[in-house]
């Protein structure tokens, strides 16, 4: 018996203690985003004793402590699953949310509701941790619906603007979308297996998972963004960036792919659905990736490169490689975090301005931001050694040796290299060259609270790849042997992006920007989708619903088929055939006088 | 004949002139109609009652329903002159209007 469980429910206890607090008067006080980055820490530090115990031996342990309901035949719990994707997951979530807290007492610093914007961090850390740890689908939804709701409260965070309530009804929108699969799936389930909990679905067998399975994967297109249910990702980013920094690009955007990770033992089995993940995998890493070649928007660019590492761990599980996507996971969150905060103290450097356009020479004036900016592009590129090598190049790798579709594995070659190249336009634009910002604004980085968290997460960013990869156990065998070139490919097609990128930035600098052609603005719009999608769709059913229910309905079925036809033909047909000249008079007259005579001649008749 | 008939049927006669013979206000002559009606049902409840033709008394019962149809008709048409007139004098039903 050993302190597993009480430490990890002693972790999250600590995450909740500050939204206890928050009722007290320490809630109105100064420090309290000291107190919850601190809590945050601290829980970090706690969570670090399960895992590496975790690490040491392979103890999993699933802690089921409170029976809430039985209907009928089904019985409803509250439990905990502490295992290899949860316990690796937690510290890592902690981790980085511990950097994000830090980082958001420099950046909010200003904003008279800090401690409520620290509130609603650390709601949907709470959250977060329930959807990482649940054992049954039930609670698992909890999460689900719980992360839902806090990122429609953060990116509406600054609500008095129109874009920003726009995004986060956007973002609710289409979540709500993919909920309609997750609850498919857990009605699917109830029907089939009588149960919620993990244990009874992966051990009872049975034919057809292919609906459940359909499920699963709508959900976790709406709740990663892939393609089909993307535009709420690049539009989030309306909300302050360690909203960004947090949810949109490590933590809530992988829940989807958490979830089909979770379920990798029906995946299995089921080639249909790993086909379907794996082009839609491979759909949304290309589309995004080009995507994010026009924007001119640094946090757009970073938002697009989520959504194109979502695509790429959505094309992993396809090849059947959950192991490889959940560790993708993991490194992608250091660096992304990272990129944003750098990206983060640019814009607060320069006075709010968030158009690459309008930055650069900041390699002199920011020179830390710059360090780690360049070295979290690196690490997302895949550069050898540091952290997004490990994961990155091993799933390259993977497809590359894998019976797979060929066409799937040469878009997300392709969308590798256009990583290096938007990467590269980001630090040509943001960083090099001339300043093209205006001087008179102070550009200080010299803060503590903003060093400190990026250091930490630049030190995961370098080590983290090898630390984890090195600590965990063994789990899918992966491909030892292969041809050079095979082995090359990952490294050959970003340097061939990093080159061409640099080439054709350097070269077109000093030139005119020219009408843009059909490529440019086909990227430079999204693809069209969102322009497409936000208007045809609601017209469409607009206007169906008001002709089927207004004009057939009603004007045609109640008004005109009968009375106005009637009334209509009768007008229509009295004036073609009547002749008379309305002398009513005269008619009548004549009538009576011929009645007379009548009666007057026929009485003498004999 | 007896002298009840004859005198049911002078008032029948009587509102057919009134009807036939007007001036000039198209509803003096939609009045007569009722009056024809009227003496119409009287007649009609004397002969049924007085000749116990039980059979038959529903009759004045479904006159006075499609007299009442009528009316509602004349009077619908009488309302329509009226709104392009104003008046229901007779002699603006030329071919002008409709």
């Known amino acids: 018996m050993n302190m597993f469980s009480s430490c990890m429910i002693t972790a999250l206890v600590i995450l909740t203690l500050p939204i206890i607090m928050s009722s007290t008067k320490l809630y109105k006080n100064k420090l309290y985003p000291y107190y919850v980055k601190t809590a945050t820490s601290y829980a970090f530090m706690i969570s670090m004793i399960p895992t590496m115990m975790f690490i040491y031996s392979g103890q999993e342990t699933i802690i089921s402590n409170w029976h809430w309901m039985t209907i009928q035949t089904m019985k409803l719990s509250m439990s905990f699953k502490l295992d290899y994707f949860s316990m690796i997951f937690v510290p890592v979530a902690l981790f980085v949310t511990w950097s994000i807290m830090e980082f958001s007492m420099w950046y909010m610093h200003s904003d008279p509701y800090i401690n409520r914007f620290f509130k609603y961090l ?30 429609f409260l953060l990116i509406g965070w600054w609500y008095g603007r129109t874009d920003a309530n726009t995004a986060a009804l956007q973002a609710v929108l289409y979540n709500r979308i993919g909920d309609v699969g997750f609850i498919m799936t857990m009605a699917w389930f109830l029907l089939n297996l009588n149960t919620w909990d993990l244990q009874q679905i992966f051990i009872t067998t049975n034919d057809n998972f292919n609906l459940p399975l359909l499920g699963l994967l709508l959900a976790a297109t709406g709740k990663s963004a892939q393609f089909g249910l993307h535009p709420w990702l690049p539009s989030a980013m309306e909300g302050p960036t360690p909203v960004s920094a947090l949810l949109h690009s ?37 589309f995004t990736a ?10 757009k660019i970073v938002a697009f490169s989520t959504s194109s590492q979502l695509g790429l761990m959505m094309v992993t599980i396809g090849i059947n490689q959950p192991y490889l996507a959940f560790l993708h996971i993991c490194t992608h969150a250091f660096f992304k975090a990272m990129l944003f905060m750098c990206s983060g103290s640019v814009i607060h450097s320069l006075n709010d301005e968030q158009d690459i356009r309008k930055m650069g020479g900041l390699f002199k004036v920011l020179p830390f931001t710059t360090t780690s900016l360049i070295i979290g592009s690196l690490a997302l590129t895949g550069m050898p050694f540091l952290t997004g090598f490990y994961s990155k190049d091993l799933i390259i790798e993977s497809a590359n040796t894998s019976n797979t579709n060929a066409w799937a594995l040469l878009i997300t070659l392709v969308a590798t290299s256009l990583t290096a190249a938007y990467s590269t336009r980001i630090m040509f634009f943001a960083l090099l060259g001339q300043p093209r910002f205006s001087p008179m604004i102070p550009i200080n980085e010299n803060n503590p609270l903003l060093i400190n968290s990026i250091k930490r997460l630049l030190i995961g960013s370098v080590f983290a790849g090898y630390i ?41 600098q000093g030139l005119k920007f020219n009408y843009p052609s059909n490529y440019f603005k086909f990227s430079s719009l999204l693809g069209y989708y969102p322009t497409i999608m936000h208007r045809l769709t609601p017209k469409t059913s607009l206007t169906i619903s008001q002709k089927s229910a207004s004009m057939l309905l009603d004007s045609i079925w109640l008004e005109n088929i009968l009375p106005k036809s009637i009334s209509y033909f009768q007008m229509k047909s009295s004036t073609l055939i009547s002749n008379q000249k309305g002398l009513i008079k005269l008619y009548f007259l004549s009538f009576m006088l011929t009645m007379i005579l009548s009666l007057l001649i026929l009485n003498y008749h004999g | 004949m007896s002298m009840v008939y004859i005198n049911i049927f002078l008032a029948f006669i009587l509102s057919l002139m009134g009807m036939l013979v007007y001036r000039s206000h198209l509803m003096s002559s939609l009045l007569c109609l009722e009056g024809m009606m009227l003496s119409l049902f ?24 499609f007299a009442a149809c009528e009316a509602a008709l004349g009077l619908s048409l009488l309302v329509m002159v009226s709104n392009t007139y104003g008046t229901d004098y007779v002699q603006n039903l030329n071919l002008l209007q409709c």
């Open chain 1, 250 to 286: 490590s933590t809530m955007v992988v829940a989807g792919v958490f979830l089909l990770i979770r379920f990798h033992p029906l995946m299995e089995h089921n080639q249909t659905i790993q086909t379907l993940t794996l082009c839609l995998g491979a759909i949304t890493t290309l």
């Open chain 1, 468 to 508: 984890i990869s090195h600590s965990i156990t063994p789990t899918t065998i992966p491909q030892m042997t292969m041809p050079h070139y095979l082995k090359m490919t990952a490294l050959a097609v970003t340097t061939l992006g990093f080159i061409l990128a640099l080439e054709l930035n350097l070269t077109t």
């Open chain 2, 42 to 65: 009287v007649m009609m409840s004397v002969t049924i009652l007085n000749n116990h033709l039980t059979l038959a008394s529903m009759m004045p019962i479904v006159l006075l329903v």
């Open chain 1, 290 to 299: 080009i995507c994010a070649l026009t924007q001119n928007d640094i946090k």
């Open chain 1, 122 to 151: 650390l709601l949907f850390l709470i959250t977060m941790m329930v959807l990482v740890t649940a054992n049954n689908m039930f609670q698992l939804f909890i999460g689900w619906e719980g992360v839902g709701i806090m990122s």
